[in-house]
């Protein structure tokens, strides 16, 4: 059983009053906040470490330490998502530098397309876009629902056999939605083409399992799931890996670099080296590697049955008022503890509801994301304008929230009601 109140007190950012006020904190699918054990994990690299890790440089005890945890971290991330092998988790700064990774250095020709959908965040869309501009090849939209569910009708029309990659988000950083993967991936291997799923938004809220799943490639925003900033997860199958190009090269992907009859030639190194050019973030890996044990020992079933009951509260309290439209279905069950609204009166603006909230409650600080979650295309297809200032505020939700916290947060946002009526 998980005791959530001990959960809670790991995050000493929340046990603090700032400016006198307590802190509740909704901006979890931006980023999560970091427990205590995270921390330390990055503290012991840099108050007794602080070397060079990585096979071949320094090869001192600190080196070979430094190593040995960082590798010991990528075995914990290869089983949090039951990956087949370590050598399929590669380290990278984020999810948009994985999903870069991959459309950069897939092979793909000029008669190929690549499918992605309207709900992307831009770091799941632009790659694509700017690789498809490059080759000449057709990047195919598919249009999600209004309600932001996924379309298989639509992405069925989409795919072809010349579907090189498909691209799509799981969970949606806008709308809460969980796309149907399997679905999905079944859909496309029949077609011969390749999937990315970007998890930057699933991962930390419930069991990812890549191997039954069967996707191709998945990428990772580690700063969502309780661990540091500057760390993300490119996973692929080893023997797509090998197949794609080189991205950055340098230090570190090297095997050897050979000077023969004035000619240089590199040898590179097989995956996940390929992709992890230059000295790497250590002390990051290893506060990774501590944030997904966190995770473990609370059970990311556990994590997803507690956010569920998260979503159905604050869901329906927001619908209740009957003053905001609420992005994404209205059904709890299809979402993340995620939930993108909007005053219904055009007099209101989102920036007006971060700052009352923000600044302008009695007691407490409740803090959201507020504007354009960078999801820019979706929110033109259901007719709002981010070039004209539209925008909205998103209350999202983690493990150290508490039912209390929606109560309060509710409670207020009925005051804000009636001010603006
Ligand atoms: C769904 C989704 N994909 C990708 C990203 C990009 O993540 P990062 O900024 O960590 O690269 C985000 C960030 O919010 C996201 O929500």
Redesign the pocket.
Same mark, same amino acid.
């Given at each position: 059983m998980v005791v959530w109140s001990r959960i809670r007190k790991d995050f000493p950012v929340l046990n603090q009053l700032y400016e006198g006020k307590s802190l509740i904190y909704f901006d979890s699918?931006?980023m999560a906040l970091k427990p205590v054990q995270v921390w330390e994990a990055m503290e012991y690299y840099y108050k007794y470490l602080g070397a060079c890790g990585g096979a071949g440089r320094s090869t001192h005890c600190l080196g070979l330490e430094t190593s040995l945890l960082t590798e010991e971290a990528r075995k914990k991330m290869t089983s949090f998502i039951n990956a087949s092998d370590v050598n399929e988790i590669i380290w990278t700064r984020? #999810?948009?530098?994985g999903l870069n990774i991959i459309a950069a250095t897939i092979p793909l020709k000029k008669e190929q397309n690549i499918v992605t959908t309207t709900l992307e965040?831009h770091?799941?869309m632009l790659p694509f876009l700017k690789r498809s501009k490059e080759v000449g090849s057709e990047l195919r939209l598919v249009r999600a629902k209004n309600d932001g569910t996924f379309d298989i009708a639509d992405f069925e029309k989409q795919i072809d056999d010349n579907t090189k990659i498909v691209s799509f988000?799981h969970a949606?950083?806008l709308t809460g939605t969980i796309a149907p993967l399997k679905e999905i991936i079944e859909i496309a291997h029949d077609h011969d083409a390749l999937v990315v799923s970007?998890e #930057?938004?699933y991962a930390p809220h419930a069991k990812l399992d890549v191997k039954s799943l069967d996707t191709d490639f998945s990428v990772l925003?580690v700063?969502?799931a309780c661990g540091p900033t500057g760390v993300?997860v490119l996973y692929g199958k080893y023997d797509l890996l090998e197949e794609l190009n080189m991205f950055l090269v340098g230090g570190d992907v090297i095997e050897d670099v050979i000077y023969e009859n004035g000619q240089i030639t590199a040898k590179y190194l097989p995956p996940p080296q390929k992709f992890e050019a230059g000295l790497q973030n250590y002390g990051g890996m290893m506060g990774a590697g501590a944030a997904i044990d966190y995770l473990q020992n609370i059970g990311m079933d556990n994590v997803r049955q507690r956010e569920q009951v998260f979503s159905k509260k604050l869901l329906e309290g927001i619908l209740e008022l009957d003053k905001f439209a609420v992005l994404g279905p209205l059904d709890y069950k299809q979402r993340t503890a995620l939930v993108s609204f909007r005053p219904k009166s055009a007099e209101i603006n989102h920036n007006d509801i971060a700052e009352y909230f923000n600044d302008m409650l009695p007691q407490h600080k409740i803090l959201m994301r507020a504007g354009n979650m960078?999801v820019h295309p979706f929110q033109y297809q259901i007719g709002m304008s981010p070039a004209k200032g539209d925008g909205i505020i998103r209350a999202s939700l983690y493990i150290y929230n508490t039912i209390n916290e929606i109560e309060i947060f509710l409670s207020a946002l009925e005051d804000f009601a009636k001010i603006i009526e």
């Open positions: 699918a931006c984020n #999810a948009t530098e965040h770091s799941g988000v949606s950083n970007d #930057a938004q925003s700063h969502k993300g960078c």
